[in-house]
Structures are given as C-alpha cells and as structure tokens.
C-alpha cells in the first residue's frame, strides 16, 4: 500500500512520514528558483538465495547461506552438479548457463510493468550465489520512491513463489561484492536540463558542479539514511567496487560521485551518487541527497578538481589527502547529529525526525557491537 499518513484528529499531515517528507523536498526545490523538478533513477541490486539460517541466541550465533550458483558448491554432489558456478567477483553479465536466474529476472520484471513501473533493464551483478540488478526508468522523486518500493515488494515475492529468498542486505556474503543502489539525479528547469554545458568538464555547467560539492561535503550525515545499517559499512570498504573515496569524476567508478559518459544528449546528462545502498528508505535517502545538492548550490561549494585516477590504485601519500565515506553507522550518525542545518531547509526535514531517528538507528548499535562475533572465536577461544 502507498499511502500519506495523516493525524486522525487534525488531519494534518504527520511530520516524520517519510512520503511527507519527499513531497516537501519536491516543493521545496521549487520555491527555490534553482530548478522546478529533480529526476531520480536507482540502480538496485539485490541477491536471490536458495535458503537463509541464522540465529542469535545467549550461547550460539551464526548464518548459513546457501546457493545453486554458489561458487562454494562446486564441488558439492548435486546429483548431478552441472558446473557453471560464477566465481567471486567474475558475475557481471555472464550468459546462460552461469547465470541461472535469467527467467527469474524477466517475471519481476513482467510483474513490476504490470504495476506501473517502467523497466530499463536487468542482469546478472558481480558476486557469485545470484546477485542482480533490474534498472528502473528515471522519474520524479516521490514517484520513483514509491516505484523502489514496489520494486522491493516485487522482488521479494516472486522470488518467494520460486522457492528462493530475495535479499537488500547491502553485504550478506564475505569476500565478494556487495549490493549498491548507485542513484542517478538530475534537475530541470521545466523542460530545459540544468546540468548539461557542452563546455565544461564531462559536459556538465556550473550548477552541476555545486551539486556535486553539495553531495560531497554532507556526504556522511546522508549515508545516515542512505546507507543506514551496521552491514551497509562492511560494503563500504576498498576492494569491492564500493565507492569510499569522495571526490568525483567522469567514468571513474572508485569516485563516490560519478559523472555517466553513455551519450552527450544534454537531457541524460546527470550525476550518479554510488555510496547508497538498497536497504535505505527511499523516500528519506533521495530527500537527503537533493537538499545536500541544492545547498551546493545555494552555498556554490567547488567540489574541487575531478580524479581521474582509479582511487585504488594512488600512492599511499596521494591516498591520504582524499576524504573518505565514515566507516561505520556510529560514524554516520554523529556526522547527521553535527551536520543537519541543510536538512532544515524549507521545514523539509523537521527537528524532531532528525532526533528521533537518530534514537532509533543508534538503539540498533549496542545490539550488534555487544554480542561475540563467531570469527572471536576463530582468533581467541584458545588464548
């Protein structure tokens, strides 16, 4: 169900409703003068599972994750084994018979069109055991985090009436990739594209440069709802295709702000956010990175130079002058407690949902941080 929520006595809207607060950052953008619409295209990847087990008692704690395309089961007697695993980090885009889920895809994809969404494309995602990606149409921000949403609700479903399990969880296997929500964005002022210059870097103006540095200076306060879980930060490290670094560039898929080079029409001409990551509320984390981009705006923050470099690769001593995404919730959370003025803006976020969500994720923290991890074990049960 998509609904608004409304106070039954005032019939006010209710203030920390997470549609509420997409349609006023809508309104807001519009009162500005900047722009009149932002445009919103989400990149989703997920990982389709055979079976999940996993519990947390006093005295035990694990999961157990299981796969046809696991490349972990090579080896095992399936009566017959076929073969056709995709090995770690060897996953993108490979034909049948290594991807086994392509059937899988098209249902949801045929299910998602029925629902009113429009459907760019699917794939098979890097990691083994059944990562995907189904890329929706770009559209207005309400409307496409009502479209996620769905998407969610689609993607979960069917792969249940498969006998399989359907999961956002950004990083529920070690030593692979995770899953991301790369979110593409854009700004119109009715039916001209505002961040198109064929002059400038990667043909992108002025304004679009501010976006950027509006994203990357309050890029940790957003990750507190874009990437709002314990596990989003076990993505968020070197060596997986996670965007850590923050800077931008053209194609440069280490850059936490991408600039796409599919094509020089002025009206795709966009920015890609990639730190995000599925498990986010859409309509809070699309909120969050349009009002960052806007006080870019307002503020004209310079981004800087672009990087061209992948940031992987740079010397330790180039490394470290680059600012990287928190490495934690714990991190992301007092970044949004010091750095929410921009939030306030237009009464888009209000006081009280900053603070109350600040309680609620920061309750998720001791849960996780105070039980024994099983690797403890592996390194100290004999000590």
């Not at 932002?38 to 157990?64: C, H, K, L, M």
């Not at 997986?240 to 020089?264: F, G, H, K, Q, W």
Request: glycine share 6%; with cysteine.
């Amino acid at each position: 169900m998509i609904c608004d929520i409304f106070d039954p006595l005032s019939r006010t809207p209710y203030s920390r409703d997470p549609r509420y607060i997409a349609k006023k950052a809508e309104a807001y953008l519009k009162t500005t003068g900047i722009a009149t619409t932002s445009y919103w295209g989400p990149e989703a990847e997920f990982f389709v599972f055979d079976g999940i087990r996993f519990d947390q008692t006093e005295n035990e704690g694990y999961y157990f994750i299981d796969s046809s395309e696991g490349e972990w089961n090579s080896g095992r007697d399936e009566k017959p084994n076929l073969g056709y695993k995709p090995r770690y980090k060897e996953g993108y885009f490979p034909v049948p018979p290594h991807d086994s889920q392509q059937d899988l895809r098209s249902e949801m994809i045929l299910k998602m069109l029925a629902a009113g969404i429009s459907v760019e494309k699917q794939h098979h995602e890097v990691a083994t055991a059944g990562q995907a990606e189904i890329d929706i149409r770009y559209g207005t921000l309400t409307k496409t985090a009502d479209s996620m949403m769905m998407y969610k609700y689609i993607v979960k479903n069917v792969a249940r009436q498969h006998g399989k399990v359907a999961t956002f969880m950004p990083k529920p296997l070690f030593g692979d990739n995770g899953s991301g929500m790369h979110t593409h964005q854009s700004l119109f002022n009715e039916d001209h594209p505002l961040f198109h210059d064929k002059n400038g870097y990667a043909g992108i103006s002025q304004m679009c440069k501010w976006y950027i540095g509006g994203l990357l200076k309050h890029a940790a306060a957003i990750l507190a709802f874009a990437a709002p879980t314990t596990n989003s930060y076990k993505r968020l490290v070197p060596g997986y295709e996670a965007p850590v670094n923050l800077v931008y560039s053209a194609r440069n898929r280490s850059a936490a702000c991408r600039i796409p080079m599919y094509t020089d029409n002025p009206r795709a001409k966009r920015i890609e956010f990639r730190p995000p990551d599925p498990s986010c509320n859409p309509y809070l984390a699309f909120s969050a990175m349009l009002m960052a981009g806007l006080d870019g705006i307002q503020n004209r923050i310079d981004p800087g130079k672009p990087l061209e470099k992948n940031t992987y690769e740079l010397s330790e001593e180039e490394a470290a002058k680059i600012q990287t995404v928190p490495g934690s919730l714990k991190e992301s959370l007092n970044a949004l407690e010091k750095d929410h003025a921009f939030l306030l803006k237009g009464d888009v976020f209000t006081k009280d949902v900053i603070d109350v969500w600040l309680e609620y994720k920061r309750q998720e923290l001791p849960k996780v941080h105070l039980k024994p991890h099983p690797y403890e074990f592996y390194l100290y049960f004999d000590i």
